[in-house]
Each structure stands twice: as structure tokens, then as C-alpha cells.
């Protein structure tokens, strides 16, 4: 058994043990940042207090709905402590001596728990006619209408919270999906970038707008490196690349050529590469007028050279246009050069071919004396 155990140590230690790459990226696939702010002054923490309004607006849910339950709970203790001090006041509790011909202020309140309830049905407007205020104290009246006012507010301003959240852009930007893997292929004779992007709803984003940030280290030539080097990646439909019809999936493509940050790229050296492709689509939802933004990136090794995605729209019986989903991210092998530089030059290769051939259709010189004449088909020959 000792032998055993002996052996099976040795051949866990011989065994490769798999490590998982994980790829640090700026833009997560689903959009979202990731980045953090370290070593602020103390001083900027008070300045998300003074917008209020956005700061409950970018809070999580849970936060939200905290701050409605304490800031309820909480009013109802402060008005249940006045309305206890306004019924001890004026001898209302139980145990206070009453004299002859007492006249309460708060009909029913001998507590703090009953000034409390008191408190919490004036605010939400309940009512149930137990606990009711008398015209004897003027305190009581004026008390009366500060809570109601403060409960207006309250609701008022959390309502408008709930609202604004539930309208926000970016849960228009959730019903936009980018394709997950990126390919190169020849498209249009030009060696391109491809990504594809739907929209999961049948109204339209008006005027959509397309382009690309490539994010990567540099060093300049005086030696200072800069982090998150942005440059910018120019992205086209066959349509163009301002107002998109975009009410089918459609396919952009950006062209590599000497202009283009990918132009040194090739099938080899794209996997060892360290940069981040950031992709945006802008637009004006149809329905609320609001303006979103859905971002996605692609790293190096969600770019797949010599492939193209497979077709998703078709044509059916009826005359209604399909659209398989099943095949958004999908893609084929296709016959793509090796690098850019081999594309351009088996392109210049095919011009000149192209040149050669025309020049060699057309030699000598033409006679201009010449003469055309017709021969007929069957010629008569004389017998000898």
C-alpha cells in the first residue's frame, strides 16, 4: 500500500498541471469597465453627495430599496417621537392624571407604539379612524402638515429614482449583441476586419454610428511608455457607416490597409499580440428618444484569421425575412493570405498579369491600306 501511494505521489507531481490565461481587458464583453480609482482625496468622496440625484441613479438595486425601507422606517420613528411628545405634553398618555373636562390632542394615542401607527398611517395616508387629531393643540395641526409634506417628497423622490432607473439607456444597450469572436478574411478584394452586431428588438436605434478604439502599450521614441494607447479603428456596412438601417443583424468591416494599426498583423504573429479592439455603437432609441451607447472588446485571441461568418438572413415562403440566431457567432474557414503584405502582393501580381495580357492581345502596327474583302464559302474551280 506504501508502495502505492508512493507511486501515485510521483506521478501527480509528473503530471502538467493546466493554468488557465486570463487576459486582463478594460471593456468586458458585456460592456462594462474595468477599472478602478485608488488613492483619491478624501475630499472627492463628498462631492458624489453633492449630486445626489445621479448617485442613487448609479447605485445598485439593493441600495436603492435599502435607502426606501430606512428612510420610511426611519421617518415614521422621528414623527411617532413628536407625536408622542405633543400627546405627553398635553397629558394624553395613559398614567398622566387627567383633570375635569380634559380635551385631548390626540384622540386615542396613550403610547409610543399607538403614536407611532399614528404616525405611520398619517404619512401613508391610511386612515383607519381609531387614531385622530382634535383642533385643541395648534402644534398638532402644523406637525400634521410638515409630515405630510415630508411624505410627499419622499415619495416623490424615490418614485422619480425607480423611474429613472427602470428608463435608463444601458437597458436599451442590453437588447444589442456583438458577435464573440472577431474574423479577417477578403472581403470586397480588400483583406478586412469582421464583427458582427444585432439588434434583439424590432424598433430601430435612429442614427447609429459605428467606430472603434484599438487600446495597447507604446513606447514613444523617447522612451516614455504609455498605457492604454488609444487609436482609432474606422468600421463600415456595406451601407456605410452613419444611419444605419439597422433593423437587421448587420456585418462591420474595417480594411486593413497601410493605414490601418493592424497592417503588420499576420496569421502567426496575431495570437502574441497585447491589445484590446474596443468597439462602440451609438444611437437614439425609437420608443424613448434616448440616446445609448453598447460597447464590446475583442482581445487577440477572440480574432479568428481566415474566417467569415456563416449567413443568418433568409428569405421565407410567405415573404417574411428570417434571421437565425443560432448562427450569429458562427463562422467557416475561408481561403485569406497569410499577411497583408502577401495580399497586396499577389494583388499586384494580378495587375500586372492583367497589364500584360491586355498589351499582348493588341501587336504590330495597323495597315491602313489594307482592304477587307468578303470570300464566299464555295469557290468555283475550273476543270483542267
Excluded at 462591420?252 to 496575431?270: G, K, Q, W
Excluded at 443560432?326 to 502582393?345: A, D, L, Y
Aim: glycine share 6%; net charge neutral; with cysteine.
Amino acid at each position: 500500500m506504501e508502495s502505492m501511494e508512493s507511486l501515485r505521489t510521483i506521478f501527480t507531481m509528473f503530471q502538467p498541471t493546466r493554468r488557465r490565461i486570463h487576459k486582463s481587458r478594460l471593456v468586458t464583453k458585456d460592456g462594462h469597465c474595468n477599472i478602478e480609482f485608488g488613492n483619491a482625496e478624501s475630499g472627492n468622496h463628498f462631492a458624489f453627495l453633492g449630486d445626489l440625484w445621479t448617485t442613487f441613479i448609479e447605485i445598485r438595486w439593493r441600495f436603492v430599496l435599502l435607502f426606501f425601507v430606512v428612510l420610511s422606517i426611519g421617518s415614521w420613528l422621528v414623527f411617532g417621537l413628536l407625536w408622542y411628545w405633543i400627546a405627553k405634553s398635553n397629558g394624553d398618555l395613559i398614567g398622566q392624571n387627567h383633570t375635569v373636562g380634559h380635551v385631548r390632542c390626540l384622540e386615542n394615542v396613550t403610547g409610543f407604539t399607538s403614536a407611532f401607527l399614528y404616525a405611520l398611517e398619517t404619512q401613508t395616508t391610511v386612515g383607519y379612524g381609531v387614531r385622530m387629531l382634535t383642533d385643541h393643540c395648534a402644534s398638532a395641526v402644523a406637525l400634521l402638515a410638515i409630515q405630510s409634506l415630508v411624505g410627499v417628497v419622499i415619495n416623490c423622490f424615490v418614485c422619480g429614482i425607480i423611474l429613472a432607473k427602470i428608463s435608463l439607456p444601458k437597458n436599451r444597450a442590453k437588447t444589442v449583441s456583438f458577435s464573440k469572436m472577431a474574423t479577417i478574411c477578403v472581403k470586397k478584394e480588400s483583406l478586412c476586419l469582421l464583427i458582427r452586431v444585432a439588434n434583439l428588438r424590432k424598433t430601430l436605434l435612429i442614427g447609429s454610428q459605428i467606430y472603434g478604439k484599438l487600446l495597447r502599450t507604446t513606447t514613444t521614441p523617447d522612451g516614455e511608455t504609455i498605457i492604454l494607447d488609444q487609436v482609432d479603428v474606422n468600421f463600415s456596412v456595406d451601407a456605410g457607416k452613419d444611419n444605419l438601417f439597422f433593423v437587421c443583424p448587420l456585418t462591420l468591416y474595417h480594411v486593413i490597409d497601410r493605414s490601418s494599426p493592424f497592417y503588420e498583423l499576420s496569421a502567426d504573429t496575431l495570437p502574441q499580440q497585447d491589445f484590446e479592439l474596443v468597439v462602440f455603437l451609438e444611437g437614439t432609441a425609437e420608443s424613448t428618444s434616448a440616446s445609448c451607447q453598447v460597447r464590446t472588446s475583442y482581445i487577440p485571441q477572440e480574432i479568428q484569421w481566415g474566417y467569415n461568418f456563416l449567413p443568418i438572413i433568409s428569405r421565407t415562403k410567405t415573404g417574411k425575412y428570417h434571421v437565425d440566431f443560432s448562427n450569429f457567432s458562427k463562422t467557416f474557414s475561408t481561403i485569406t493570405p497569410h499577411c497583408v503584405h502577401c495580399f497586396e502582393t499577389d494583388a499586384d501580381q494580378r495587375n500586372h498579369n492583367n497589364e500584360n495580357h491586355g498589351t499582348q492581345q493588341k501587336t504590330g502596327i495597323d495597315n491602313l491600306g489594307f482592304q477587307v474583302i468578303d470570300i464566299p464559302d464555295t469557290v468555283d474551280v475550273p476543270n483542267m
